[in-house]
C-alpha cells in the first residue's frame, strides 16, 4: 500500500483521465459525471477501463485467468527447464542497456513504466538491478512482479509522467496496438524514450489473446510519432525456422496432451537453428526474415510520413 500511496496524485481514471482519489479498498473517479471505482486486491489497484478493453473488472476480483496459465505444477516446470529451447533473443541485453544510457541522460532517477511485466523480460535485469531507477510494473494479469493491473489502451497515468516506457512482447496481444503506441506517447515526458519488441514471423503463443504481426517498416510505422535511435531483427531467421517447424509438428495432432508429450522431440529437435541467428542477425535479408523486431526510440512532436517510411526499406525483394 506504500507504493501506491506514494504514486496515488498520479494515477488517473482509465476511462476519463480525471483524478481519483483512494477510499479504504477502492479508487474512485473524482468527476462527478464518472464516478466508476476500481478495486484494490492485495495492495495491486485494477484500473481497467471496461468500455474499451477485452477484460472486466471482474476478471481479477475473481482471480480469473486472463492470459496464459503461469500457475503450473513444480514438476512440470521443472521437466520445461531440463528442455532446450527453441528461442533466442540475440540483442534485448545491449539495448537495454542503451535505453538505460538514454533514460539517466534525461534524468538522475528515472520513471520507468513496464508493460506486460508479469513475467520478467529477456535482458531486462540491468534496470532492476539499477536502484536509481523507479519502475512501475503493470500487466492485465497477476504475475509475480505486477504491482498495477491495467490495459494499455487507456494507461491510467497523467499526462507526460515517464521518462521510459517498455513495451516487450505485449503489442501483438493487444487488440489495437496504434491506440497503444497514442498512450505511450501521452504518458511519455517530453524526450522521453520507449522500448518495443514485437514478434514478426512468430505463430500464436497466447491462444486467443494473440493478434497482431509486423515486418520491419509495419513496427516502425506504429512508431511514426517517435524519432528512431535504433531499430532492427531481435530474434532471428534461424528461431522463426524453429518455431515454425514445431507448429507444424504439431498440426497433425488436435490433443493438448499429445503436443505436450512431442514438445520435448520438437524442441530436441529444433532447438540448435536459433543459434544460426548469431551469424544472420545483422545480414541484410534479416529484415524480410525475422522471428521479431526491436524499436528503439524517443518521443518527438514530427511525425514520421509514409512516404519516408518506404525510404527506410532495408531488406534484399
Known amino acids: 500500500m506504500e507504493l501506491l500511496d506514494k504514486v496515488v496524485n498520479a494515477l488517473k481514471c482509465p476511462k476519463c483521465l480525471s483524478d481519483i482519489e483512494k477510499r479504504e479498498n477502492l479508487l474512485v473517479c473524482t468527476n ?4 466508476v471505482s476500481f478495486p484494490i486486491i492485495n495492495g495491486r489497484p485494477v484500473l481497467i477501463n471496461e468500455e474499451n478493453s477485452v477484460f472486466k473488472i ?8 486472463t492470459t496464459r ?8 516446470k521443472k521437466i520445461r527447464s531440463l528442455i532446450p529451447s527453441i528461442s533466442k533473443n540475440i540483442g534485448a541485453k545491449e539495448n537495454y542497456n542503451r535505453f538505460l544510457e538514454k533514460l539517466l541522460s534525461l534524468n538522475n532517477s528515472p520513471k520507468v513504466l513496464i508493460l506486460g511485466s508479469g513475467i520478467k523480460g529477456e535482458g531486462i535485469e540491468v534496470l532492476f538491478n539499477n536502484r536509481s531507477i523507479e519502475l512501475y510494473e503493470s500487466d492485465v494479469s497477476f504475475g509475480p512482479r505486477t504491482q498495477y493491473i491495467l490495459d494499455a489502451h487507456n494507461i491510467p497515468f ?3 509522467y515517464f521518462d521510459g516506457v517498455i513495451v516487450q512482447a505485449v503489442l501483438e496481444h493487444v487488440v489495437d496496438p496504434f491506440r497503444c503506441v497514442q498512450e505511450i506517447h ?6 522521453g524514450y520507449v522500448y518495443a519488441e514485437t514478434p514478426f514471423i512468430q505463430q500464436v503463443h497466447e491462444g486467443k489473446y494473440d493478434f497482431h504481426r509486423f515486418t520491419h517498416l509495419g ?3 506504429l512508431f ?8 532492427g531483427a531481435i530474434c532471428g531467421p ?5 518455431w515454425a517447424y514445431s507448429y507444424f509438428i504439431y498440426c497433425f495432432f488436435s490433443s493438448k496432451k499429445m503436443r505436450r508429450l512431442l514438445l520435448p522431440f520438437v524442441h530436441f529437435s529444433s532447438f540448435f537453428l536459433k543459434y544460426f541467428d548469431y551469424f544472420l542477425i545483422n545480414k541484410p535479408g534479416v529484415y524480410d526474415a525475422a522471428s521479431g523486431y526491436f524499436f528503439l526510440g524517443q518521443k518527438s512532436d514530427v511525425v514520421l510520413t509514409d512516404i519516408e517510411l518506404l525510404k527506410l526499406y532495408k531488406g534484399l525483394i
Open 69 to 76: 496459465n503461469t500457475n503450473k505444477s513444480f514438476l512440470r
Open 158 to 160: 497523467a499526462n507526460e
Open 224 to 231: 511514426r510519432n517517435f524519432l528512431e535511435i535504433q531499430s
Open 58 to 65: 471482474a476478471d481479477f476480483v475473481e482471480m480469473r485467468d
Open 219 to 221: 513496427h516502425r510505422r
Open 238 to 242: 534461424g528461431m522463426a525456422l524453429a
Open 186 to 191: 501521452r504518458v511519455l515526458k517530453k524526450d
Open 32 to 35: 462527478d459525471n464518472c464516478k
